[in-house]
């Protein structure tokens, strides 16, 4: 395995600073045990309620299900360790426990849902708009640009093969629109846009601000509809989370040009602006501009950090549905922050050289990874071809940065 190989590389083993009771997002009662009632009810409490025995040698951490554990385990410098036992159970989570609530979530433009399983683990479902081969058409904007469930799952195990670890675990899964939608929601509003199409097929378009209406339908064959699921973080009254306009984003007008595309000289008063002028945040955001070039994502106006970690910390990589539109051609201004600001970590700089090698073919990995998705293939061919040829472009700027 490429990928077993790769996570064991030096470069992925650079540790990471000592993590103190201040750096964890969460501060855990470690005597607080949790449980299903074995009444077969889907209720979850916690011990002082139960009043469970553990096994022998067990601490009450060993009963957590997955996605809590995932929580507890976020810190300021990663959402989730390296070699993360944790990764393959949560995964797995996603893609088969049962669905128990169905409902849409509320804003943006397009149609999403959040789903409840038994143990209140939560997932958030992007449903299938379009098949693999499908590209962007050369004449839509990037903002009216469809979301991809399968962008989805791709950026979350890219995002890994970069050693970011800055995007919530995503998994594909193939659900039963009849009954783990329809049958279960107590959306009112949902419930409401279900129809049969004259082909037979179980559709719904729910309510949003552009892509909610009878022509842009989500069918299924006849109900069975592809999506990804992506675990949710922790609830914002538990975790606030805070949002950055990025001093990169785009006008989102047909004809007006954004400033950094105006002034080459933009990148020198981003470096004057808190939170850019200190700290490494400039250089993440630079490792998000990457991970964006590589899936030719135009659409990150805005990142998160967890609140508690103020500016020294992490960004979250929220929202990748419009990567992965094209793979016959490439978006250059996606890289203007490395452009223009000649910026790079060096540990980001070295693992792209990796991956740019035979034995670590950033290609290879990412295919390899995807394989063990439920709806593998999770990206046609020409997708991960266009990877090696953006991360030679990449490395390219770089270059040229070093040498100038």
């Given at each position: 395995?490429k990928?077993?190989a790769?996570f064991?590389?030096?470069l ?5 600073p ?17 449980s299903?009632r074995?009444?077969?009810s ?10 469970t025995?553990l096994?022998?040698?067990?601490t ?7 996605w809590?554990k995932f ?12 070699q993360?036992?944790l990764?393959?159970t949560?995964?797995?989570?996603l ?14 433009t397009q149609?999403?849902?959040i ?7 939560q997932?958030?479902f992007k449903?299938m ?5 499908q ?22 195990h890219l995002?890994?093969?970069?050693d970011?670890?800055?995007?919530p675990?995503?998994?594909g899964?193939?659900?039963n629109?009849t ?6 929601t107590t ?8 129809f049969i ?6 559709c719904?378009?729910g ?18 509809l592809e ?24 006008s989102?007008h047909?004809?007006k040009k954004a ?8 990148c020198a008063?981003v470096r ?5 002028n200190r ?15 590589l899936m ?10 967890f609140e508690k ?6 960004l979250l ?8 539109g094209t793979?016959?051609?490439d ?12 910026s ?11 991956l740019?090698?035979?034995p ?6 990412l295919r ?33 940065c070093?040498?100038?």
């Amino acid at each position: 395995s490429k990928l077993a190989a790769l996570f064991q590389h030096p470069l992925y083993n650079i540790p990471i600073p000592e993590v103190t009771e201040k750096d964890k997002l969460f501060v855990v009662n470690p005597m607080e045990k949790f449980s299903l009632r074995s009444s077969g009810s889907d209720e979850w409490v916690s011990s002082s309620k139960a009043e469970t025995l553990l096994p022998t040698g067990k601490t009450a951490y060993d009963t957590y299900p997955a996605w809590l554990k995932f929580h507890v385990g976020i810190n300021r410098y990663e959402l989730y360790p390296r070699q993360d036992p944790l990764m393959p159970t949560l995964l797995q989570d996603l893609a088969t426990q049962r669905i128990v609530s169905s409902v849409q979530k509320s804003g943006g433009t397009q149609l999403k849902l959040i789903m409840t399983f038994p143990n209140y683990g939560q997932a958030l479902f992007k449903p299938m708009k379009q098949t693999r081969d499908q590209e962007t058409p050369i004449d839509f904007f990037y903002f009216s640009d469809f979301e991809r469930h399968n962008a989805e799952i791709a950026a979350f195990h890219l995002d890994r093969i970069l050693d970011f670890r800055r995007i919530p675990p995503v998994s594909g899964r193939l659900v039963n629109i009849t009954k783990e939608i329809r049958d279960i929601t107590t959306d009112k509003k949902l419930a409401k846009t279900f129809f049969i199409s004259p082909a037979g097929n179980i559709c719904f378009y729910g309510e949003c601000s552009y892509y909610c209406s009878t022509e842009h339908a989500l069918c299924g064959k006849p109900d069975k509809l592809e999506g990804s699921m992506a675990a949710l973080l922790p609830d914002k009254t538990l975790a606030k989370r805070r949002s950055w306009r990025s001093p990169w984003r785009r006008s989102y007008h047909k004809s007006k040009k954004a400033e950094w595309e105006l002034n080459p000289n933009y990148c020198a008063q981003v470096r004057e602006t808190p939170p850019y002028n200190r700290g490494h945040r400039l250089l993440d955001l630079i490792d998000m501009t990457v991970l964006d070039f590589l899936m030719g994502n135009m659409d990150r106006h805005h990142y998160e950090t967890f609140e508690k970690f103020g500016n020294d910390t992490f960004l979250l990589h929220l929202d990748n549905g419009r990567g992965f539109g094209t793979h016959s051609r490439d978006e250059p201004s996606i890289l203007a922050p490395l452009q223009q600001c000649c910026s790079i970590k060096k540990s980001t700089y070295l693992r792209l050289q990796l991956l740019a090698t035979q034995p670590f073919r950033l290609s290879d990995l990412l295919r390899e990874a995807l394989a063990t998705d439920p709806l593998a293939p999770v990206l046609a061919e020409p997708h991960l071809q266009a990877l090696d040829r953006r991360l030679g472009k990449v490395l390219a700027v770089v270059g040229r940065c070093l040498a100038g």
